[in-house]
Nanobody, 123 residues
Framework: VQLQASGGGLVQAGGSLRLSCAGS????????MGWFRQAPGKEREFVAA????????YYADSVKGRFTISRDNAKNTLYLQMNNLRPEDTAVYCC?????????????????WGQGTQVTVSS
Protein backbone atom coordinates (compact mmCIF):
# COMPACT_ATOMS: atom_id res chain seq x y z
CA VAL A 1 0.00 0.00 0.00
CA GLN A 2 1.20 3.51 -0.80
CA LEU A 3 0.25 6.36 1.49
CA GLN A 4 0.01 10.12 0.94
CA ALA A 5 -0.51 12.43 3.89
CA SER A 6 -1.83 15.98 3.62
CA GLY A 7 -3.52 18.70 5.62
CA GLY A 8 -0.69 20.13 7.67
CA GLY A 9 -0.08 23.83 8.09
CA LEU A 10 0.48 26.72 10.46
CA VAL A 11 -2.11 27.32 13.14
CA GLN A 12 -2.31 29.30 16.38
CA ALA A 13 -2.47 27.59 19.73
CA GLY A 14 -6.01 26.46 20.43
CA GLY A 15 -6.76 26.00 16.76
CA SER A 16 -7.63 22.89 14.77
CA LEU A 17 -6.38 20.97 11.77
CA ARG A 18 -7.48 17.79 10.06
CA LEU A 19 -4.87 15.56 8.50
CA SER A 20 -5.72 13.08 5.78
CA CYS A 21 -3.83 10.03 4.56
CA ALA A 22 -4.90 8.61 1.20
CA GLY A 23 -4.04 4.99 0.55
CA SER A 24 -3.71 3.22 -2.76
CA UNK A 25 -4.75 -0.33 -3.49
CA UNK A 26 -7.83 -2.40 -2.83
CA UNK A 27 -6.53 -3.85 0.44
CA UNK A 28 -6.46 -0.59 2.44
CA UNK A 29 -9.23 -1.87 4.70
CA UNK A 30 -7.13 -4.86 5.79
CA UNK A 31 -4.44 -2.70 7.42
CA UNK A 32 -4.37 -1.28 10.89
CA MET A 33 -3.27 2.35 10.61
CA GLY A 34 -1.37 4.76 12.78
CA TRP A 35 -0.28 8.36 13.01
CA PHE A 36 3.18 9.21 14.28
CA ARG A 37 5.04 12.49 14.65
CA GLN A 38 8.60 13.66 14.84
CA ALA A 39 9.71 16.99 16.23
CA PRO A 40 13.16 18.45 15.47
CA GLY A 41 15.85 16.69 17.47
CA LYS A 42 13.45 14.09 18.80
CA GLU A 43 12.61 10.52 17.95
CA ARG A 44 9.48 9.59 16.05
CA GLU A 45 6.64 9.01 18.51
CA PHE A 46 3.26 7.34 18.46
CA VAL A 47 0.20 9.59 18.27
CA ALA A 48 -2.84 7.43 17.51
CA ALA A 49 -3.83 4.14 15.93
CA UNK A 50 -6.96 2.47 14.60
CA UNK A 51 -7.98 -1.08 13.91
CA UNK A 52 -8.76 -2.15 10.35
CA UNK A 53 -12.51 -1.88 10.98
CA UNK A 54 -12.32 1.48 12.72
CA UNK A 55 -14.02 0.06 15.79
CA UNK A 56 -11.03 0.30 18.09
CA UNK A 57 -8.67 3.22 18.57
CA TYR A 58 -5.81 4.15 20.87
CA TYR A 59 -4.15 7.47 21.69
CA ALA A 60 -0.98 8.71 23.25
CA ASP A 61 -1.67 10.34 26.60
CA SER A 62 -0.40 13.66 25.27
CA VAL A 63 -3.18 13.90 22.67
CA LYS A 64 -6.02 12.03 24.33
CA GLY A 65 -9.19 14.11 24.41
CA ARG A 66 -7.87 16.53 21.76
CA PHE A 67 -7.16 14.32 18.72
CA THR A 68 -9.48 11.87 16.98
CA ILE A 69 -8.35 9.20 14.54
CA SER A 70 -10.85 7.79 12.05
CA ARG A 71 -10.94 6.06 8.71
CA ASP A 72 -13.20 5.70 5.70
CA ASN A 73 -12.35 2.39 4.07
CA ALA A 74 -14.67 3.08 1.16
CA LYS A 75 -12.49 6.09 0.34
CA ASN A 76 -9.18 4.46 1.33
CA THR A 77 -8.54 7.39 3.65
CA LEU A 78 -7.30 7.82 7.20
CA TYR A 79 -7.92 11.00 9.18
CA LEU A 80 -6.57 12.75 12.24
CA GLN A 81 -8.73 15.54 13.62
CA MET A 82 -6.59 17.72 15.87
CA ASN A 83 -8.30 20.20 18.18
CA ASN A 84 -6.99 22.54 20.86
CA LEU A 85 -3.52 22.40 19.36
CA ARG A 86 -0.52 23.32 21.46
CA PRO A 87 2.96 24.52 20.49
CA GLU A 88 4.34 21.16 21.66
CA ASP A 89 2.28 19.46 18.94
CA THR A 90 4.57 21.01 16.35
CA ALA A 91 6.12 18.19 14.33
CA VAL A 92 6.12 16.36 11.04
CA TYR A 93 3.16 13.97 11.10
CA CYS A 94 3.27 10.67 9.19
CA CYS A 95 0.69 8.00 8.56
CA UNK A 96 1.63 4.34 8.54
CA UNK A 97 0.04 0.98 7.74
CA UNK A 98 0.67 -2.25 9.60
CA UNK A 99 0.52 -5.67 7.93
CA UNK A 100 -2.18 -6.72 10.35
CA UNK A 101 -5.70 -5.72 11.20
CA UNK A 102 -4.65 -4.98 14.77
CA UNK A 103 -2.73 -1.84 15.64
CA UNK A 104 0.52 -1.44 17.48
CA UNK A 105 2.11 1.50 19.28
CA UNK A 106 5.57 0.64 18.01
CA UNK A 107 7.16 2.37 15.02
CA UNK A 108 8.94 -0.83 14.00
CA UNK A 109 5.64 -2.69 13.63
CA UNK A 110 4.57 -0.54 10.67
CA UNK A 111 6.00 -1.50 7.29
CA UNK A 112 4.38 1.13 5.10
CA TRP A 113 4.86 4.86 5.56
CA GLY A 114 3.64 7.96 3.84
CA GLN A 115 5.68 11.11 3.52
CA GLY A 116 5.18 13.54 6.37
CA THR A 117 3.10 16.67 6.57
CA GLN A 118 4.33 19.58 8.68
CA VAL A 119 2.19 20.87 11.52
CA THR A 120 3.34 24.09 13.18
CA VAL A 121 1.51 25.55 16.16
CA SER A 122 2.39 29.07 17.17
CA SER A 123 1.93 30.39 20.69
Amino acid sequence: VQLQASGGGLVQAGGSLRLSCAGSGRTFSSYAMGWFRQAPGKEREFVAAIRWSGEDTYYADSVKGRFTISRDNAKNTLYLQMNNLRPEDTAVYCCAARDSGSYSLEVAEYAHWGQGTQVTVSS
